[in-house]
T-cell receptor, first 110, second 113 residues
Framework: GQNIDQPTEMTATEGAIVQINCTYQ??????LFWYQQHAGEAPTFLSY????GLEEKGRFSSFLSRSKGYSYLLLKELQMKDSASYLC???????????FGTGTQLKVEL | DAGITQSPRHKVTETGTPVTLRCHQT?????MYWYRQDPGHGLRLIHY???????DKGEVSDGYSVSRSKTEDFLLTLESATSSQTSVYFC????????????FGPGTRLLVL
């Protein structure tokens, strides 16, 4: 079976840094994705990791440790518009299928 | 972003009626997916397609069927809608390889009374 865990909610202050963790236990692994989803909207792609290490893209970075089944999304210089749900998803098998975590609702406060 | 549209965007229907949702893409992507999103469950895969007339079941396929007669269209049918199928339905597409992200349509809000 596939299992992906993320915290349900997090709160952070504008201008700060926040780290959203994701742990997974899957029967295979072809990569891990992070998506951002604002309320009432579709998920949008943030990052992709398939090898261990850190991928940096502007204010957003994502880290992967395959041996630990662990990833995190790091958001720097938080802005109010970063208030959204962040979804961790693993490509664990054929058919280019993704298994999603339940998402982490991030609230950015002044 | 991939050009993905879903229709209808909102629908209210009654228990026992059939419902068809349409996903249309203009990117010539090979893979297409239908998900439902519910509080506490996240996105769950219903069915997916890896080519014209090639489809397979996902995690929560009971009560749903799909068809893909051409590359650009992927239809999801609720054969006899039930209240448990009240949800937000997202279509997604992907070009080919596993490292390619999926692109999501705007979603359809379905309420089954």
């Amino acid at each position: 079976g596939q299992n992906i865990d993320q915290p349900t909610e997090m709160t952070a202050t504008e201008g700060a840094i926040v780290q959203i963790n994701c742990t997974y236990q899957t029967s295979g692994f072809n990569g891990l994705f992070w998506y951002q989803q604002h309320a009432g909207e579709a998920p949008t792609f943030l990052s992709y990791n398939v090898l261990d290490g850190l991928e940096e893209k502007g204010r957003f970075s994502s880290f992967l440790s395959r041996s630990k089944g662990y990833s995190y999304l790091l958001l720097k210089e938080l802005q109010m518009k970063d208030s959204a749900s962040y979804l961790c998803a693993v490509n664990a098998g054929g058919g280019n299928k993704l298994t999603f975590g339940t998402g982490t609702q991030l609230k950015v406060e002044l | 972003d991939a050009g993905i549209t879903q229709s209808p965007r909102h629908k209210v229907t009654e228990t026992g009626t059939p419902v068809t949702l349409r996903c249309h893409q203009t990117e010539n992507h090979r893979y297409m997916y239908w998900y439902r999103q519910d509080p506490g469950h996240g996105l769950r895969l219903i069915h997916y397609s890896y080519g014209v007339k090639d489809t397979d079941k996902g995690e929560v396929s009971d009560g749903y069927s799909v068809s893909r007669s051409k590359t650009e269209d992927f239809l999801l049918t609720l054969e006899s809608a039930t209240s448990s199928q009240t949800s937000v339905y997202f279509c997604a597409t992907a070009p080919l390889a596993s490292q390619e992200t999926q692109y999501f349509g705007p979603g359809t809000r379905l309420l089954v009374l």
